[in-house]
């Protein structure tokens, strides 16, 4: 059984700080890598994709891929209110007929 | 433009109806999915369509039935559905499947009660 964990959270982070929000995966195939951001009651919003090893930044946000530790993080600089929000992992092993399993879910809340 | 669009928004609709949710983008994409989310879960693979043939039908009750009429429409036809269907119906896109290159794209969902 493939596998995307995440930490349910909720995550407190002030406002201004770095929020550093964590994935694992137990697929050791997987090749592509997508945080979704997902506000109450929204729909999911890709916001990153990565399919390297190291860090690939825009914006505010940095991802970070290590496939030798099964491990994909996301990082938000100058956290905002506005970036409260549920962040999904989501993670496809490359194989044509495979799927994207998703985490369950980080629910990260930036206090003012 | 990474726009997919959802009508209706909203939908409730009993036990015996026959209702259809409806997905379009203009974005060129061959790859078009739906998936069903509960409050608090992650989005629930349902079906996947490539090159407008169903590639992935994930074990899904045939009260729940897909179509794609083209490479940029796709259907969801309802009949028969059971209250714990009610959830959040997403329909997303992606340039291909099957590809490493795999970035997925939603629409705003069909908010679906069944009462």
């Known amino acids: 059984q493939k596998e995307v964990e995440q930490n349910s959270g909720p995550l407190s982070v002030p406002e201004g700080a770095i929020a550093s929000l964590n994935c694992t995966y137990s697929?050791?195939?997987?090749?592509?890598f997508f945080w979704y951001r997902q506000y109450s009651g929204k729909s999911p919003e890709l916001i990153m994709s990565?399919?390297?090893?190291g860090d690939k930044e825009d914006g505010r946000f940095t991802a970070q891929l290590n496939k030798a530790s099964q491990y994909v993080s996301l990082l938000i600089r100058d956290s905002q209110p506005s970036d409260s929000a549920t962040y999904l992992c989501?993670?496809?092993?490359?194989?044509?007929?495979?799927?994207?399993?998703f985490g369950s879910g980080t629910r990260l809340s930036i206090r003012p | 433009d990474t726009e997919v669009t959802q009508t209706p928004k909203h939908l409730v609709m009993g036990m015996t109806n026959k209702k259809s949710l409806k997905c379009e983008q203009h974005m060129g994409h061959r790859a078009m999915y739906w998936y069903k989310q509960k409050a608090k879960k992650p989005p629930e693979l349902m079906f996947v369509y490539s090159y407008e043939k169903l590639s992935i039908n994930e074990s899904v009750p045939s009260r729940f039935s897909p179509e794609c009429p083209n490479s940029s429409l796709l259907n969801l036809h309802l009949h028969a559905l059971q209250p714990e269907d009610s959830a959040l119906y997403l329909c997303?896109?992606?340039?291909?499947?099957?590809?490493?290159?795999?970035?997925?794209?939603f629409g705003p969902g069909t908010r679906l009660t069944v009462t």
């Open positions: 990565i399919y390297s090893n």
């Open positions: 997303a896109s992606s340039q291909d499947f099957g590809t490493s290159s795999y970035e997925q794209y």
């Open positions: 697929d050791r195939g997987s090749q592509s």
């Open positions: 989501a993670v496809k092993e490359y194989s044509s007929a495979s799927k994207i399993i």
